[in-house]
């Protein structure tokens, strides 16, 4: 019989693509108002759902702990991931958060872990291959450093076989195999699975699913060390972007091809 597996998955609330990106604030914060649980986090998700699956789901024992750090809207990214299939949430929520670049996100999300694996570590943790708000990739490697657990990045295939973890990473021209024993991190590509939509038997059943909600205070984390305050980066001044200029159009009377090369080069494009 395999050993039950207890994976947490990093979800993150970022604004939807569908609309116009703003920062809000003297701080330059992104404006979060219109946001939706990132579509690069149901990649990540889904693999660990599908591990679980195989080891007989949440009636054995195995665990899905989807894990976000925002504001109070954030809990809506936890919301969606037990809609989809995760077994558990939690919501790190904190004032003090307010404007922590991938350093002190990844400190604060280390602190919640460690508050997590207080009966058991983790198996593994999953991530996605990059917010689609900053679309830094840092956090994933710098909070496997500060758990100091092996990573394994930009997975686009992935097998467990019981403690020993097979990840394919796909270049440009040729494809690396990546083993790490467990317990590890992995972030994974949108190329590793399809992952599956919410139906109503899910969305009734996460009602029941338990969101625990955390503080700084909960998980120990001094709140100098994160925030504006506790970050390595910040946005010092931001400007709109301006608006777009006419095009150039060229009307064909018979050298219309020619025009268009002497466009091209003048922009320096041939």
């Keep these: ?7 947490i998955v990093l979800v993150k609330h970022v604004p939807d693509a569908q609309f116009d990106r703003h920062l809000t604030g003297t ?11 990132s579509e690069l986090d149901e990649y990540p998700l889904e693999a660990a759902l ?17 894990l976000s750090m925002g504001p109070a809207g954030a809990v809506n990214a936890v919301k969606k991931s037990l809609q989809i299939g995760a077994t558990e949430g939690v919501h790190l929520s904190d004032e003090a958060l307010a404007g922590s670049d991938a350093a002190a ?12 694996e207080a009966d058991g570590p983790a198996d593994l943790i999953f991530a996605g291959m990059a917010s689609t708000d900053g679309e830094t990739s840092l956090v994933p490697a ?11 990045t930009f997975a686009s295939a992935l097998e467990l076989d019981g403690r020993r973890l097979t990840a394919r990473r796909d270049g440009g021209s040729h494809a690396d195999t990546i083993e790490a024993t467990l317990p590890a991190l992995v972030s994974v590509t ?40 506790g970050s390595w980066t910040t946005v010092e001044t931001a400007e709109a972007r301006p608006p777009r200029t ?9 050298d219309a091809g020619i025009k268009l090369v002497e466009f091209l080069a003048a922009q320096k494009l041939l």
């Excluded at 019989?1 to 994976?7: F, Q, R, S, W, Y």
């Excluded at 701080?27 to 649980?37: G, H, Q």
Aim: no cysteine; proline share 4%; hydrophobic share 40%.
């Design 1 to 7: 019989m395999e050993e039950t597996l207890k994976i």
């Design 27 to 37: 701080a330059n914060t992104t404006d979060r108002s219109e946001s939706i649980l």
């Design 50 to 66: 599908q591990l679980i699956e195989a080891r007989g789901g949440e009636a054995a024992g195995n665990r899905v702990i989807a």
């Design 105 to 116: 996100t990844s400190l604060a999300l280390a602190g919640a872990i460690r508050h997590l």
């Design 142 to 152: 710098q909070l496997a450093e500060r758990l100091d657990r092996p990573q394994v």
């Design 190 to 229: 949108d190329q590793i699975n399809s992952p599956r939509y919410p139906n109503f038997k899910g969305i009734m059943a996460a009602k029941k699913k338990t969101i625990t909600t955390l503080t700084l205070a909960d998980i120990g984390v001094d709140p100098a060390l994160v925030g504006r305050s």
């Design 246 to 254: 006419a095009g150039t159009i060229i009307t064909d009377e018979g």
